[in-house]
């Protein structure tokens, strides 16, 4: 699957910011897909996954209440919903799907083999 990343922007802390990925080439639907992230000077982390159907959703405790993944897969879509931004939240957004994996559950970036472009999201204070 080819997946391509929109959304991201500059925002005060305290706003939100949608972001979306479109997926090409491939079936969507049985692909987990995810979002990640990575700030300069660090290691990609995780940020949310959600699962084939979209109905199980998993969140790093840094967003978790703050963020929400979803997906349409009829439109080929994964979306994250950034509300109550921090600075912190500063970083290059990927989306990555995971088209083999065994298991939904996915917390790394070795779980997803195909990636998104990157989208920065600058969150001023």
């Known amino acids: 699957v080819q997946l391509q990343a929109f959304g991201g922007g500059l925002v005060q802390a305290g706003g939100s910011l949608r972001l979306s990925c479109k997926a090409s080439?491939?079936?969507?639907?049985?692909?987990?897909m995810g979002w990640l992230r990575q700030a300069p000077g660090k290691e990609r982390e995780f940020v949310a996954v959600?699962?084939?159907?979209?109905?199980?959703?998993h969140y790093a405790d840094s967003v978790k209440g703050r963020f929400t993944i979803s997906r349409d897969n009829a439109e080929n879509t994964v979306y994250l919903q950034m509300n109550s931004l921090k600075p912190e939240d500063t970083a290059v957004y990927y989306c990555?799907?995971?088209?083999?994996?065994?298991?939904?559950?996915?917390?790394?970036?070795?779980?997803?083999?195909?990636w998104g472009q990157g989208t920065q999201v600058t969150v001023s204070s």
């Open positions: 990555a799907g995971a088209g083999a994996a065994s298991t939904w559950l996915l917390q790394s970036a070795a779980g997803f083999g195909s």
């Open positions: 080439v491939g079936t969507f639907s049985n692909y987990v």
């Open positions: 959600i699962s084939r159907s979209g109905r199980l959703t």
